[in-house]
């Protein structure tokens, strides 16, 4: 199985500030590439799919970058609500796998 | 709206067998794949399984393959998973996941609430 792995797995990030997220792939799996953020007790929301589009109602400081094996999220002036946990998800290859997720605190 | 709602978890016995079922709502049911993500407490996503619209495709994780099945009803706008020889590590919350293609499998976009299983004796 294609392994998804993503650093940092903590981001200390300050309110106004930018944050950098990555992911690798084990192998291309192209552009088929997902990131999803996650708060504490609740449902993961998809952000991007195809590792650059923007889903529905997704802000538009939210932003995926990347091809084959090298992904990127970027989260510009990062808001009170960005503080969260980011995963990012290969739908290229079964089984489709996750990362090990970045979680992004307050610095 | 899409809606998703989890039901059937609860606490099992290791060995044990359980269902879960998902119904869904808010959209054309029939023509999306559905999937079924889990998490164990304090850990990160671990996809488990999918089905096709039609249910003519279905492929799972290599944790469960050949012990958890997936299927569902279109009459009834619902999946389902079935769970057999559950183990101490299939403790976890498991969440209903609408794919975000219609009739294509990919990655998913609506998720439920989830449904909690865990497996102790």
């Known amino acids: 199985e294609i392994v998804m792995t993503q650093s940092p797995a903590t981001l200390s990030v300050s309110p106004g500030e930018s944050a950098t997220l990555s992911c690798r792939a084990s192998?291309?799996?192209?552009?088929?590439l997902a990131w999803y953020q996650q708060k504490p007790g609740q449902a993961p929301r998809l952000l991007i799919y195809?590792?650059?589009s923007r889903a529905t109602g997704i802000p538009a400081r939210f932003s995926g970058s990347g091809s084959g094996t090298e992904f990127t999220l970027t989260i510009t002036t990062l808001q009170s609500e960005d503080f969260a946990a980011y995963y990012c998800q290969q739908s290229n290859t079964w089984p489709l796998t996750f990362g090990g997720g970045t979680k992004v605190e307050i610095k | 709206q899409v809606q998703l709602v989890e039901s059937g978890g609860g606490v099992v016995q290791p060995g044990r067998s359980l269902r879960l079922s998902c119904a869904a709502s808010g959209f054309t049911f029939s023509s999306y794949g559905m999937h079924w993500v889990r998490q164990a407490p304090g850990k990160g996503l671990e996809w488990v399984a999918v089905i096709s619209y039609d249910g003519s495709e279905k492929y799972f994780a290599d944790s469960v393959r050949g012990r958890f099945t997936i299927s569902r009803d279109n009459s009834k706008n619902t999946i389902y998973l079935q769970m057999t020889s559950l183990r101490a590590e299939d403790t976890a919350v498991y969440y209903c996941v609408k794919d975000h293609s219609i009739v294509v499998l990919t990655n998913g976009d609506y998720w439920g609430q989830g449904t909690l299983v865990t497996v102790s004796s």
């Open positions: 195809g590792a650059s």
């Open positions: 192998q291309s799996v192209n552009s088929n």
